[in-house]
């Protein structure tokens, strides 16, 4: 199982803090959506990350560090699950499609644009 680390959050907090994107509950979760963490987990998140002080001179080592040292955020990060059923396809644009498939059985399970190219002779 993969953990979501400090490191991690880091990354996805420093790109909202470069990008000027308001650190909230809604912007984690759009970053976050492969990751099983509750509305509530990521209000907290929000606040305390919000309370990271001079957060936007941090570099991302050193907002690690400082998330690292906080139990609150520590604990939720350890409790984070990733979501296995979210499939992640990149976008031109840099933007991400999900599909959410679950599939049991024979056949296929298939998403987003296809093409098939059968040639029987």
């Not at 996805?12 to 308001?22: E, F, H, P, R």
């Not at 570099?59 to 998330?67: C, G, Q, S, T």
């Not at 955020?73 to 409790?79: C, D, G, P």
């Amino acid at each position: 199982m993969e953990y979501l680390t400090a490191t991690m959050l880091s990354g996805v907090t420093y790109d909202l803090v470069k990008s000027g994107i308001k650190i909230s509950a809604e912007s984690l979760r759009n970053k976050l959506r492969s990751w099983l963490i509750s509305d509530e987990e990521l209000r907290t998140l929000a606040t305390h990350l919000n309370q990271v002080k001079d957060i936007e001179r941090l570099d991302k080592l050193e907002l690690a560090k400082r998330i690292e040292d906080e139990p609150t955020i520590h604990n939720i990060l350890i409790n984070a699950q990733q979501d296995k059923s979210v499939n992640k396809n990149a976008t031109l644009d840099n933007s991400v499609n999900e599909t959410v498939q679950n599939h049991s059985g024979t056949g296929h399970n298939i998403s987003g644009n296809v093409t098939f190219n059968n040639s029987y002779k």
